[in-house]
């Protein structure tokens, strides 16, 4: 592999030994002082990997530094043994990586090969991040791209997971096969099984011809199942039986239909606590995932968020004809501290907006939305049933008691707000002793306020001086799962709650 190497000589020794190896492995070298016009030097050199020997933490390697990571390239710092926090400090300067000195230039070489063939990886998938977490998808990308066997790829929404299944089917032996996209969530429940598996002429009303479904326009290539986590039941054991036997039935079909397809699956939820809940096969999930990526949220990886962003305004800054410098440090500052509940889809539409509506060629502060600039909470909407699609009973009860729960949670809010401080009791931690009940109410649970003096009486959830409502909450799930012996169905309905709802609440308070 050919590599242009741009080493700086602050580590003069270091820098003179590591140059000689790689002329003397063929490749290109540029030996320049990190005093020099940073920008001059990249301009012309146009180097692959940028290995700068010392000197890290002056002015011109941090600008050196930051303008590489602009234009994507490749940074390896070496640091003296002794050298305090040094990971800390190479992630605080943005390095790709670091080694530490003395260090031989073979080893040198060997990782500078590493750290291009990666950044060649992330240009071909467009999965962008230096972090350690996006480090880890990329590896495991190369890893199961060769196999055929089927990926789940979990991860909030706005992650990138069908990003990631392009990666693994663009560098699988099937590139050059189809890739078919099918999103579970979109679909009427009606509909979504003629969608996968096709339907013959006449199968139901409207069916006027043979239908091909996804599943046979994917054969010899890869099949991307989104938020699989949605699909109903009743088409899951369908789908359980073409992974197992690669075989299906169109609908109104009597011809068996033998596929090659690999299956790649994403869900933004998790499928163990819907295993556990009823709503998903056990065997279907464990046949899904056999391998699995775990997409991070942007708040586990900030320090992809000035790289995410810088790419995002040259990206869209052509895209829309407008010539940007980049990003004000005061706005950069609040983007990386944001929460992102949409995540990266969120920061690439909000850089989108600011491209096109910022009055300059640099985005400021100002231009950020107040509610991001601020810091108010923002929360994502409940998802609602695609339109065309039955509500279920279960369903409905879940959307409107988030609804309600949710106004509670506002008022509550407004009430702490708005109340005045000397009428706020301390709590005193030492005196909330664990109280245990042996029954409760079903549906109708009393709730007894007692003093040190009282006793509990039975059937109550007991209330003291200085409990929170979520305080008495919890007692009575708790009770209520004591009653049943740990049977959360038969607990939901002792409580009047759904059973998600219950779920919810489980892990809320963190009850066994």
């Known amino acids: 592999m050919a590599i242009k190497a741009l080493i700086t000589m602050d580590d003069l020794e270091a820098a003179v030994r590591i140059n000689a190896h790689f002329e003397s492995e063929g490749l290109t070298t540029v030996l320049v002082s990190s005093l020099d016009d940073s920008v001059a030097i990249l301009t012309d050199s146009h180097p692959d990997i940028v290995i700068l020997t010392g ?33 800390e400090t190479a992630q605080r300067l943005g390095l790709s990586a670091l080694l530490v000195k003395p260090v031989e230039p073979p080893e040198v070489l060997a990782y500078s090969r590493h750290l291009i063939e990666r950044r060649k990886l992330q240009a071909r998938t467009g999965i962008v991040g230096e972090s350690a977490p996006i480090q880890e998808v990329l590896v495991k990308i190369e890893q199961m791209a060769p196999v055929q066997s089927t990926v789940l790829v979990e991860g909030e ?34 509909l979504l099984e003629s969608e996968l598996f096709g339907h013959e002429k006449g199968s139901f009303t409207g069916a006027a011809e043979r239908r091909l479904g996804r599943f046979e326009l994917a054969n010899n290539g890869t099949i991307f199942l989104d938020e699989v986590g949605e699909m109903p039941l009743s088409t899951q054991v369908k789908l359980l039986r073409v992974l197992e036997n690669r075989a299906f039935f169109r609908v109104g079909g009597t011809e068996s239909i033998r596929v090659d397809v690999r299956v790649i699956a994403a869900t933004n939820r998790s499928l163990k606590e819907q295993v556990s809940l009823g ?15 775990y997409l991070p949220p942007l708040r586990e990886r900030r320090t992809d968020i000035p790289i995410l962003i810088q790419r995002f305004i040259r990206e869209l800054s052509q895209e829309h004809g407008r010539q940007f410098s980049g990003i004000a440090a005061d706005a950069m500052e609040i983007l990386v501290n944001a929460d992102w509940p949409g995540n990266v889809r969120e920061l690439r539409n909000l ?15 100002s231009d950020i939305p107040a509610d991001i600039r601020e810091g108010r909470m923002r929360l994502l909407p409940i998802r609602m049933p695609q339109q065309g699609r039955e509500v279920q009973g279960n369903e409905l009860e879940f959307i409107l008691r988030s609804l309600v729960e949710l106004k509670l949670q506002v008022e509550e809010l ?42 509990p009486e039975a059937d109550s959830v007991v ?9 008495v909450e919890r007692a009575a799930i708790k009770a209520a799962l004591k009653e049943t ?25 963190e009850l066994d």
């Open 55 to 87: 000197a890290l933490q002056e002015h011109p390697a941090r600008a050196l530094i930051t303008l590489a990571r602009r234009r994507s390239i490749q940074t390896l710092g070496l640091f003296e043994r002794d050298a305090v926090g040094a990971e």
């Open 351 to 365: 850089i989108d907006s600011m491209v096109v509506l910022a009055p300059g060629t640099e985005i400021h502060a």
């Open 463 to 471: 209330y003291r001086p200085g409990m929170a409502m979520a305080d």
């Open 157 to 190: 929404s706005g992650t990138g997971k069908e990003l990631v299944a392009h990666a693994i089917h663009g560098l699988s032996p099937r590139h050059d096969k189809p890739f078919v996209a099918v999103n579970c969530s979109a679909l009427p429940d009606t």
């Open 279 to 293: 709503e998903f096969r056990d065997d279907l999930f464990y046949r899904l995932n056999v391998l699995n990526i």
């Open 485 to 509: 012996k740990g049977n959360r169905r038969k607990a939901a309905d002792n409580l009047g709650i759904g059973e998600r709802t219950l779920y919810r609440k489980i892990k809320e308070y």
């Open 414 to 455: 407004r009430r702490r707000v708005n109340e005045p401080v000397e009428r706020i009791t301390p709590i005193d931690v030492g005196r909330a002793a664990p109280v245990e009940y042996e029954e409760i109410t079903q549906h109708q649970p009393a709730v007894a306020i007692v003093t040190e003096a009282d006793e």
